[in-house]
């Protein structure tokens, strides 16, 4: 199956820095990619969509300020988190739609990357 | 607009022994269901899923889900658990109209297996 990778798996940070999160599709190529946000013991709320080559389109509540994502070629999508603080710490899981697979909904979820801020 | 119920945050089952785990969503619209399963430090991967078709819908690890379109319910079953069964369960929605929109999931359950 196809397989979604992110670096780094887990990174801590002081506030006020900013954290770079990339996901990467390995062995296809995916023009939308999806960025979830996962609080201890609750389910992923959907942050984000990211279109290679256009601007990402946030949910609401989510601050594109803050979380700053780049699509820039068809297996890369990166999550900057700006300033960051306490609050902002979770695991932040990434997901790629493979257009090939069936119907082309088939979505392949990265390992997650813990982000924790000091 | 959608959501997700998964009614149980925590199940424990004995080994050998028959679970459900239950999953309601709403929506004004059809939907496609996603079931993923989430191991101990591990990403989430997808258990099975309903897009059409059969109302009834199987893993090849055991599990099976029935869609019903009445009690807007994807309930997951397995007839017998395994110690390795042990995981996060996720049940999601996404809109079939929707072409790249994500995934909704519900809070998750928590499959448990005592020995």
């Known amino acids: 199956g196809a397989v979604v990778s992110q670096h780094p798996s887990r990174v801590i940070c002081k506030s006020g820095t900013s954290v770079k999160i990339e996901c990467r599709s390995l062995?296809?190529?995916?023009?939308?990619m999806f960025w979830y946000r996962q609080f201890p013991k609750q389910s992923l709320m959907l942050m984000a969509t990211?279109?290679?080559?256009?601007?990402?389109?946030?949910e609401q509540g989510v601050e594109k300020d803050k979380f700053l994502i780049n699509h820039a070629s068809l297996t890369l999508s990166t999550l900057t988190v700006t300033s960051a603080h306490p609050e902002d710490s979770s695991f932040y899981i990434c997901?790629?739609?493979?257009?090939?697979?069936?119907?082309?909904?088939?979505?392949?979820f990265g390992p997650g990357t813990r982000l924790t801020v000091t | 607009a959608q959501s997700v119920t998964q009614l149980d945050s925590q199940v424990p089952v004995f080994e050998e022994a028959p679970v459900e785990l239950r999953c309601n969503y709403s929506?004004?619209?059809?939907?496609?269901l996603f079931w993923y399963v989430q191991y101990p430090n591990q990403g989430l991967q997808l258990l099975l899923k309903?897009?059409?078709?059969?109302?009834l819908v199987e893993s090849i690890n055991g599990f099976e889900a029935e869609f019903n379109k009445s009690q807007t319910s994807f309930h997951l079953r397995k007839p017998s658990v395994h110690i390795s069964d042990t995981a996060e369960y996720f049940c999601?929605?996404?809109?079939?109209?929707?072409?790249?929109?994500?995934?909704?999931f519900g809070k998750g359950t928590h499959l448990i297996i005592q020995p």
């Open positions: 062995d296809f190529q995916a023009t939308t």
């Open positions: 997901s790629a739609r493979d257009p090939a697979g069936e119907l082309g909904y088939e979505q392949y």
């Open positions: 929506s004004s619209v059809s939907v496609y």
């Open positions: 999601a929605v996404s809109d079939p109209r929707g072409g790249a929109d994500g995934l909704t």
């Open positions: 309903y897009l059409s078709g059969s109302t």
């Open positions: 990211s279109n290679e080559g256009s601007k990402a389109t946030y």
